[in-house]
């Protein structure tokens, strides 16, 4: 349901993708703990019909090869140490805290954190605002923020669907997905996506034209419900579904 993700280069360059490994992709995975991450779905709301941002993966990765997904992946320790010019709001950053281990709001901010970092290292994509102030980053792909002088503004992104990966994938995530309008957008970066890039290729498409793309359920299940959201006014009032298997069922809840 969300990316596999590759090391993070330390100077924060664009990371390659890697070819798979049979013993991991073979290895039993009904046991595997979903890993904590979080994905962000950048709106293009510029013209009559909204569009949305997606990325092929490379037919060499690991997990679902080929397949259009949004930007995202895992949760990094530092990803918690990062700045921010503005917090999540209340609401968003309380519906976080729920069903976790160790609620707390920075634990809450670094979901976002990561879902705005990835969209960078992936994408070239960096959301925020412009700083006056020096920035002190943690060491890796946050120093490009640095070098930007771009501290993220969580205050616009909204938290829109939760996701676990059902139990016997090779890879398990407990993914956050994140909404943010293209306005955030402060830096367009090239060199990140290519024939060796983690994404070949970037689309903005409307989001009836996107569902159509091979894409993993989940990210279409997701698009729809974000495409009744952004038609009745992009809120953080609205509920958050939280979806996973139980005992064989899929469950969809509300944050």
Not at 125 to 137: D, F, H, N, R, W
Not at 144 to 163: K, Q
């Amino acid at each position: 349901m969300n990316d596999e993700i590759a090391s993070q280069r330390a100077d924060g360059a664009p990371r390659r993708a890697e070819p798979p490994a049979p013993a991991d992709r073979d290895r039993p995975s009904r046991t595997l703990r979903p890993r904590d991450s979080a994905t962000l779905i950048v709106v293009d709301r510029s013209e009559a019909v909204p569009k949305v941002l997606l990325g092929r993966r490379h037919e060499r990765h690991k997990f679902m090869p080929g397949k259009f997904v949004f930007p995202g992946g895992r949760v990094e320790p530092t990803d918690r140490l990062m700045p921010t010019a503005k917090p999540l709001h209340e609401r968003d950053a309380a519906r976080l805290m729920q069903r976790v281990k160790r609620p707390s709001l920075a634990k809450s901010a670094a979901f976002a954190l990561t879902a705005v970092r990835e969209t960078y290292e992936e994408s070239g994509l960096m959301l925020g605002v412009g700083s006056a102030a020096e920035i002190t980053v943690p060491r890796g792909a946050w120093q490009a923020f640095a070098d930007a002088n771009v501290l993220p503004d969580l205050s616009v992104i909204h938290f829109v669907a939760r996701a676990i990966t059902p139990p016997g994938r090779p890879r398990r995530f407990d993914s956050r997905f994140f909404a943010v309008d293209s306005s955030a957008i402060a830096l367009r970066a090239e060199g990140f996506v290519g024939p060796e890039a983690e994404l070949v290729e970037l689309v903005w498409l409307p989001i009836t034209e996107a569902r159509q793309l091979d894409m993993p359920t989940i990210t279409a299940i997701v698009l729809e419900q974000l495409q009744e959201r952004i038609a009745t006014g992009m809120s953080h009032d609205h509920p958050v579904p939280f979806y996973r298997m139980q005992h064989k069922r899929f469950l969809r809840d509300y944050l």
